[in-house]
């Protein structure tokens, strides 16, 4: 069957038009699963803190102050996601994620089910979806470094920042504990903001490579 290469190209660097395949279903389907083999994936990272969380205590010793970071790499995997698929099947990605996970399966860290709305990371979670569609427009224009640099900034902030407003909200609507929910921001949106930032660029690199090399096989 004959594909023309300029309708290759524009699902490979826009994400445009919209056309459901039995190829882009597939793409969904594994990029949906990529975000729950995510939630569940910790990578112990050395991370340069003192006992106290201060930075480099120099008189106690440097290797006394590396201690292992478990950092979870959902957010890069969804930026690798916006980058590969495009803002609109990078969405619907998404969506069949949540979706899942509210209704089906217990795919979400803490579980799943609707109660799940009412957690205070759920917002992290439901921020996926501006973030990969803001993502995929800026990267829409081309992988420049501004581009690629402007996508990742405002992909990953945009997910912290609707996350943080919703773990406040649901804590004020539930009159719920507010250390409670300070812990939530600081696991969250702590020191997790700076290796979301480092891995999302490297992901959109790496969505870059990867269209690249799929649209060398589909030739």
Request: one cysteine or more; proline letters at 3%.
């Amino acid at each position: 069957m004959r594909r023309p290469e300029n309708q290759l190209e524009i699902f490979k660097y826009k994400g445009e038009p919209v056309r459901i395949t039995l190829g882009t279903i597939t793409m969904i389907g594994i990029c949906t699963f990529l975000i729950v083999i995510a939630t569940f994936t910790q990578i112990k990272i050395p991370h340069f803190l003192s006992a106290s969380g201060n930075l480099f205590n120099i008189g106690e010793g440097l290797t006394k102050n590396i201690s292992g970071y478990l950092y979870i790499p959902q957010i890069p995997v969804i930026i690798f996601i916006a980058g590969l698929m495009g803002r609109i099947f990078g969405t619907i990605s998404v969506l069949v994620y949540i979706t899942l996970g509210l209704f089906f399966y217990p795919i979400f860290a803490l579980g799943g089910g609707v109660k799940y709305i009412m957690a205070y990371n759920f917002g992290y979670i439901l921020a996926y979806i501006p973030s990969v569609f803001l993502t995929g427009t800026i990267l829409n224009h081309g992988y420049s470094v501004k581009n690629v640099i402007k996508a990742t900034l405002i992909g990953v902030l945009t997910i912290h920042f609707i996350g943080i407003i919703y773990s406040a909200f649901i804590g004020i609507i539930s009159s719920g504990d507010d250390l409670s929910i300070l812990g939530t921001i600081i696991v969250q949106s702590g020191w997790k903001i700076l290796y979301d930032l480092i891995f999302s660029l490297i992901a959109i690199l790496m969505a870059n490579l990867t269209k690249r090399i799929l649209w060398l096989i589909m030739c």
